[in-house]
């Protein structure tokens, strides 16, 4: 048997001389189990935000994306095409022509970005599973038609049923003077409405989808690209691919996934999330540091006790490895508590949704939460790190107290 450790169990359960001991000592449980616990809780949610944020991106930014590093516009020829789909992961690419444009409805009017794309970009992006009303459809024979962010939708009033007013979408001409006659400085084509997709707020009230043969004819665009979206096959190693499509595009190309398309994004949310745990750190540490004034008063608490050991031969490292299992114990205690009821409070959120959102202000209904595993480690090895770093002190000063 570990001699320190059971007698620091025997002084932990035994009743002190005086009961402010006690007291202070559950304080000091309490806080590291209840900073403990608001750290989970804070970075699952986190993660939870993390996670839902991805899965929507993932919905409309393809896997990896092609674009020119200067100027906006290139032309591929047709055999960079096939290279490019003949290389080992590549599954699908879609040529997409991004434009701003300015829509009109009746007698609204609206400022998008309008996507055109080719017939494959439905098994590129998950795009037709966020569709609200109507269906995901491009093309039908001869005749186009647009899908419409449900923001965008909102904006122009646009009635899915009325099928008698088109949606007109008007680009300024190429190489024209400007003209104060709309008819002579705009490009202006109409198309039937096939339905409204939702994936969030900043797309819905950006984006509008077209075919890309109906974008280039209105651009007065031939081959133009503005950019090549990929969809990679099961399995294939992204940055392998990424580097396989380099050499076929050579150094004027980007080629980008997902987290570099929303690098500035990510990176925010990276920061808010090391922002809050250093927050939630240092008010662990604080909570942590009682443990200092518990082991002060329970040396002082415990002199004859010391002196009795000493008397018995016990050598000074002994008595000073007792109060630090004392100091650990009370902080192995608290810890666990908390990841234990932070782990129930998440488990119980992800599974019950408990704490939501208020009706109609987000497009899910309660907090998401995801626990990590790497996250429980990191606080648990954080509270054992601060706490034997607290409880050195008052025992390395033990023959100063006595």
Known sequence: MNLP??????????????????????ISLAGIAISTMALIIVLSVFN?????????FSTFNPELQITAKEGKVFKLEKNTLEQIK??????????VVEENAMLKYRSSQFIVTMKGVSPMYPKISRIDTMMIDGDFVLEHGDVDF????????SKLDIDLKNTSSPLTVFVPKRGKNISLDPTNAFNSENIPIAGFFSIQPDIDMKYIILPI????????????????????????????????????MGNNFNVKDRFQQQELLYKIMKSEKFSIFMILSFIL???????????????????????????????HQLIKKIFISEGMIISLIG???????????????????????????????????????????????????????????????ISRML
């Open 5 to 26: 450790v059971f007698i620091a169990k025997r002084y932990l359960l035994a009743k002190k001389s005086h009961n402010i001991i006690n007291i202070i000592s559950l």
């Open 48 to 56: 939870g935000f993390e996670k839902l944020v991805t899965s929507l």
């Open 86 to 95: 003949k290389i080992p992961g590549v599954a699908y690419y879609s040529e």
């Open 146 to 153: 647009a899908v419409v962010g449900a923001g965008v939708a």
């Open 213 to 248: 043969r109906f974008t280039r004819k209105l651009l007065d665009y031939t081959n133009e690209t503005t950019a090549i979206e990929l969809k990679l096959a099961t399995g294939a190693e992204t940055e392998k691919v990424t580097a396989d499509i380099k050499k076929v």
């Open 285 to 315: 540490f604080i909570a942590t540091v009682n443990i200092i004034g518990t082991l002060t008063l329970l040396i002082l608490d415990k002199k004859k006790d010391i002196s009795i050991l000493t008397a018995l031969g016990a050598e």
């Open 335 to 397: 810890s666990m508590a908390g990841l234990a009821l932070g782990l129930l409070i998440c488990f119980l959120q992800q599974t019950f949704g408990i704490i939501k959102f208020p009706s109609g202000t987000f497009i899910i209904n309660a907090y998401p939460v995801d626990i990590q595993f790497a996250d429980v480690a990191i606080v648990f090895l954080l509270v054992t790190v601060i706490s034997f770093i607290s409880v050195r002190y008052p025992v390395r000063r």
